[in-house]
């Protein structure tokens, strides 16, 4: 869960499977005589659209941070292991190459991304408990087999853009439009990749240079809810004000 502190007191709320569904959006529309498009596309795309859906379990009762008393955000509290586990097997069902993408996404975040991201380039690694370190590992195992029936090297710039996709979801979701860059953005699958600056534009209107959509301007949604306390006395009061907060949309204008 996203959690945002407005300017007038509330809250805004993002849920993970929105802002998966959001990212999905940058992926569909990436690729233009500047940058490759993504492929294998559907896969890659699908693997983009679903990537976070192991939060759906933690979607249905959401916590508070006991600390605060406020919602807890994303980096505080997630769903149990096993759900992470249950997407990834889900996908594997429909798409093995859009699960293995998923299965390296979940593993990199505890990771630092690989390595891969200069500028944001995530929290600094933690030590991280025995049972994470147990799934990374059953994990990773897994993503070993799996990459020997593709072409690893396309693979490692999917694994790329897709940390690119869901940093762009996070510059949305997380706060309003601000200067900001991703770097590297892999322009296709030879280069090395470049700096990617986000300027902000006008009332909810982003520049990006180089641009990288198919449209111009790119027009996107993601769903949010608002609401107006603060803070809660326990989880069962923030999640009957989380159920019954009307939905909003959250329209951006990328050119």
């Not at 569909?28 to 699908?46: F, I, L, M, S, T």
């Not at 025995?130 to 396309?154: G, H, K, L, M, N």
Request: net charge negative; hydrophobic share 40%.
């Amino acid at each position: 869960m996203i959690v945002r502190a407005e300017e007038d007191g509330s809250l805004t709320l993002i849920s993970q499977t929105d802002h998966s569904q959001m990212v999905g959006e940058f992926a569909a529309h990436w690729g233009n005589e500047r940058y490759a498009q993504p492929h294998p596309y559907e896969p890659v795309v699908r693997a983009a659209i679903y990537h976070d859906y192991g939060w759906l379990s933690y979607e249905t009762a959401p916590k508070l941070d006991p600390s605060t008393g406020r919602p807890a955000n994303f980096t505080q509290a997630g769903p149990p292991l096993g759900s992470y586990r249950w997407i990834a097997d889900w996908m594997n069902g429909i798409d093995r190459y859009s699960a293995l993408l998923i299965s390296m996404h979940r593993t990199g975040l505890w990771q630092r991304r690989y390595g891969v991201m200069g500028h944001p380039d995530g929290p600094n690694p933690r030590s991280l408990s025995p049972e994470i370190a147990a799934f990374i590992e059953a994990s990773e195992t897994w993503q070993r087999q799996e990459r020997q029936a593709v072409d690893q090297a396309v693979l490692d710039v999917n694994y790329r853009l897709l940390q690119v996709w869901d940093l762009l979801g996070l510059y949305f979701c997380c706060a309003p439009p601000r200067a900001d860059f991703i770097d590297p953005v892999p322009l296709d699958y030879a280069t090395s990749g470049v700096r990617m600056t986000l300027t902000p534009a006008g009332p909810n209107r982003v520049a990006f240079d180089p641009y990288p959509f198919d449209l111009r301007p790119l027009r996107v949604q993601v769903r949010a809810r608002r609401m107006a306390a603060p803070t809660y006395a326990d989880d069962a009061q923030l999640r009957k004000a989380y159920f019954q907060a009307p939905y909003q949309l959250l329209e951006f204008e990328l050119s």
